[in-house]
């Protein structure tokens, strides 16, 4: 079945430092893959998305590019800031379009 | 933009006691609601798709007659933890969408909690 891993935090940073936090997939097919944010005390919300290989999501400031030969969907920011705080997470859709399978999130601290 | 709130966001309760959470879409009406749970360090784990006036569809290894999902309307969707027991604590979040499955906005979630 499809998966998706993440890299294990909490990560913690320094404002203005540069961010990635790494994400891998499983899949058959041609998935659409996710990064999702989740503030405290909110739910889940939509940040970037890929369909197809290559693409670039952005949001932000935040970064990721569909990577089909590795299979990645690393995010990226160039300059954190304390309100960026927040659990990240790494989604894809499968190819029915149906279901979203979800990496276990990662928690990013950014400390002025 | 779009809201779903969940309610209760705590609960506590006994071995055994059954405990009701309802999921609602407060600005828009949602033609799917999904119900996922999710365990401490680890992602979400989705449990049931359901649409409004029609049964759930439960993932695999998901017990129905433990968690009852009920979609009476296209804003209120319920789930039913039955005979609840310790290790059915968890944190269960709601989500729910108008058309696509990848724009689903999601509920804070419900922290269970059964002694």
């Known amino acids: 079945g499809n998966s998706v891993t993440q890299m294990e935090g909490p990560v913690t940073l320094s404002e203005e430092a540069f961010l990635t936090i790494n994400c891998t997939y499983t899949?058959?097919?041609?998935?659409?893959l996710f990064w999702y944010v989740q503030y405290p005390g909110e739910g889940l919300q939509l940040l970037l998305k890929?369909?197809?290989?290559?693409d670039k999501g952005s949001n932000k400031g935040f970064e990721a590019t569909y990577r089909k030969e590795t299979t990645s969907f690393h995010l990226e920011k160039g300059s954190v800031q304390v309100s960026d705080s927040a659990v990240y997470f790494c989604?894809?859709?499968?190819?029915?379009?149906?279901?979203?399978?979800f990496g276990g999130g990662t928690r990013l601290m950014v400390k002025p | 933009g779009a809201v779903v709130s969940q309610h209760p966001s705590w609960v506590i309760c006994k071995s055994g006691t059954s405990v009701k959470i309802e999921c609602r879409s407060l600005?828009?009406?949602?033609?799917?609601m999904f119900w996922y749970r999710q365990f401490p360090k680890q992602s979400l784990m989705l449990m049931a798709t359901?649409?409004?006036?029609?049964?759930?569809?439960?993932e695999q290894g998901v017990e129905k007659d433990k968690f009852l999902i009920n979609h009476a309307s296209l804003t209120l969707s319920t789930l039913t933890v039955t005979s609840a027991h310790p290790e059915d604590s968890s944190f269960y979040i709601c989500?729910?969408?108008?058309?696509?499955?990848?724009?689903?906005?999601f509920g804070p979630g419900t922290r269970l909690l059964v002694l």
């Open positions: 989500s729910a969408s108008v058309r696509q499955v990848e724009t689903q906005y």
């Open positions: 899949a058959t097919g041609y998935p659409s």
């Open positions: 890929a369909t197809k290989a290559d």
């Open positions: 989604a894809l859709l499968n190819n029915a379009g149906n279901m979203l399978t």
């Open positions: 600005d828009f009406q949602a033609t799917t």
């Open positions: 359901s649409n409004e006036g029609s049964k759930a569809t439960y």
